[in-house]
């Protein structure tokens, strides 16, 4: 089993950063390959960003391409998501999520074992 934690989220303005953090526990933090999802108001949860166990492999939503970085730190059992140049319509509830396998598509969220509650962005125009 494998417990996330999300934080960093919070009130931004338009233009602002904001980087979050999600912290893993219960299972070999290395071994997991990692993603960010996102979830607005009356719309689908969507697919951010995600990075492979070894850190080696990102990959992006187009939305969010050259503003938004993933990141891990596997000593510290812990995944970033580094938000510049946010937009009003980044906002959203962010959610963290594991896969312990391999996937063959890194976006779908069934590919994912384990889910954070969740943190929430909110950027002001």
């Known amino acids: 089993q494998v417990q996330l934690v999300e934080s960093g989220g919070g009130l931004v303005q338009a233009g602002g950063s904001l980087r979050l953090s999600c912290a893993a526990s219960g299972r070999t933090f290395s071994s997991l390959n990692m993603g960010w999802f996102r979830q607005a108001p009356g719309k689908e949860r969507e697919f951010v960003a995600g990075?492979?166990?070894?850190?080696?492999?990102?990959h992006y939503a187009d939305s969010v391409k050259d503003r938004f970085t993933i990141s891990r730190e596997n000593a510290k059992n812990t995944v970033y998501l580094q938000m510049n140049s946010l937009k009003p319509e980044d906002a959203a509830v962010y959610y963290c999520a594991a896969n312990r396998d391999s996937y063959r598509n890194y976006a779908a969220q069934n590919e994912y074992d384990y889910w954070g509650q969740g943190t929430q962005v909110t950027v002001s125009s």
């Open positions: 990075i492979s166990w070894s850190g080696g492999t990102t």
